[in-house]
């Protein structure tokens, strides 16, 4: 793997996913410009990275914030001489049921600014560059639970298709120009986002380290898909048979929590 001469933009770089894809791309030879709203903990990533010899950058900035995230681009355009690849990672999970959401259309309003609309701004900002040189990459982060019927999760799975649909376009545009997308659709991972739900503690999950290795994938290859074995069966069948996909996910979903439950409740006693 030599990724020397690459300048990788990755957002949501503080933590989780975006945290360990940053090493793991420092320790394959890439410049990385590491970007979320935290500066402390930009700043123990970057000392991790650079512990290593490895090259990063660091750009503290909430990219929801339109002229934030012009400032943080623009910087990062004056530093540095190519932007190649640019992981779109940043991003809120929320798990609540739509009935309990009737009130709270900001809960879709907050997925959407930086799921979708802070990945489609920072899209935009960084084309001009990536045509200039005629090559660009831009890897979008989604989620297995859009190849699956999953209850409990709307607003987030619908910001995520928008980014999936977003980025079909993209390719299909301009492709041509130069310009590669990959989507990644991960499956559970455990990072603080998952961990928030306390009955995910007993659910099998891809380790970060594992879950960043899908990252590096995508930016080696720039295929337009990675995804788990899973995620591509159940989204043919969801595809093909989706009344028959649907009936048949409620109950193990049902089943699932149930069983996740259980576990948390005996942790307890
Ligand atoms: N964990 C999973 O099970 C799982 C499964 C499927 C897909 N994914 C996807 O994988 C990606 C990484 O998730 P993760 O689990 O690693 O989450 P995480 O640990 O919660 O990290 C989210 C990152 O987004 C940054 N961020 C959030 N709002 C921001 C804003 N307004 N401006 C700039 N940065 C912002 C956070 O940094 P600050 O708070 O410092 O801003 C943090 O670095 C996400 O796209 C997620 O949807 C995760």
Redesign the pocket.
Known sequence: MNLSKKTIII?????????EAAIQLAQAGATVCL????AD??QKIQATIQAQAGQVFIY??????AEQLKACLDKILSEHQKIDVLV??????IRRPILESLDRLHDYERTM???YF?AVNMTLHLLPHFLANASGHIVN?????TQVPIPLFSA?LAS?SALESFSRSLSMELKGKGIDVSI???????????SKTAIYKHMK??D?PA?AGWIVKAIEKKSYRVSSKTGLVANALLNTAPTWAMNLSRPLFQLMDQRLKKKLKTDEA
């Open positions: 957002t949501g770089a503080s933590s989780g996913i975006g945290a970007i979320a709203r935290r903990e930009l503290p900035a909430d990219i929801t914030d779109n990672n940043a991003a809120r999970s600014q930086i799921n802070a982060i989604s989620t297995m639970s987030y995520k990644v659709y991960f499956p559970m991972v455990r990072t603080p986002m998952s999950m891809l970060t879950a």
